[in-house]
């Protein structure tokens, strides 16, 4: 695994131009504006931090990644990280793809209620991984929140190299967010039947039958937390890859909101909680 970092993420305001849902619990949230002229696409699993502020805030003016870290800790804004899923240099635009869960949060509202015209502010974006240079074989394994990433992993791979994608969704009907990219790797869809944060039991079988194959290999996967300790017990244990071959990172943890712990020490530290999931600072972004 190598990492590429073309461009040093920085703070960004864009502007929503386009909005559809891509499959029943997908939502496509297409951003534009005059600061993504010098966007450098990192490409694959590069991801941003989408910020949410409460409506009573005021966002500090100039909106930089230090005037934010200046505010006070139950004033500062949620983050939330979505990948980009393609970036269009001839339009200058950028594709969220944002799973429409039904356990709340900062991040689904945003997704569920996103207009065009809406201000969108964010950081990023972060750097991209990049399979081995040595690499025969990649495979690619998540959940939904884990295909914007794989669908620019197929596409950006070397021809080379074959690609076996193992997705784990609730409904089959999501799985086709894959099909554009189905002429290019081997899909296994495997239908979620075990609640979640339960380890993805039905996932984890289908990877145990998957043959290893012949020849290096390089494993990218994300998912719900205890799905990834799994992955990780299965890659990293019994099949003996380091880290390096084997990526594999938490994209969410069932039960547990993303900032949970850092909003916890903040309101240990200042002895104020701030009450959660507000609405968005919608007529800032509107306005400003
Ligand atoms: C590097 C990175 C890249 C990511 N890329 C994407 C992406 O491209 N698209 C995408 O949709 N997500 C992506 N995620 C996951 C996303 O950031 C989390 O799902 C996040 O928790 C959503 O925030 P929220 O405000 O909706 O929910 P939170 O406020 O974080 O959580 C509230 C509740 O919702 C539950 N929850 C959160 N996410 C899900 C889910 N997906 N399914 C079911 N329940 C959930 C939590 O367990 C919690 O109980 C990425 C995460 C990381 C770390």
Known sequence: MRFVDHDTGRDRRNEIVAVR?????????TLAGADLHDFRDNGTDQHVAVLFFDDDV?????????????MRPFVRPRM?????RRFDPATRTLDIDAVVHGDG???????ASACVGDRVLWWGPTN????????????????ETALPAIDALVRETPESVEITVVVEVASPADACYLDEVAGRCRIRIVQRAAPPGTGSPDLMTALRELPMPDGPVDVWGAGEYRTVQGLRRLFHGDHGL?????FLVTYWTHGQAQDERAERRDAATTGRNRQRYP????EFLRTR
């Open 21 to 29: 849902r891509v499959t029943p619990g997908i939502a496509r949230i």
């Open 58 to 70: 005021i966002v500090p003016d100039p909106f930089t990644t230090e005037s934010v870290m200046r």
């Open 80 to 84: 939330r990280r979505y990948t980009i």
């Open 105 to 111: 949060g900062p991040g689904v509202a945003w997704a």
């Open 128 to 143: 991209a991984w990049r399979p081995h240079a040595d690499t025969r074989h990649v495979i690619a394994v998540g959940d």
């Open 242 to 246: 380091d880290r390096q071959r084997a």
């Open 279 to 282: 609405e968005r600072a919608r």
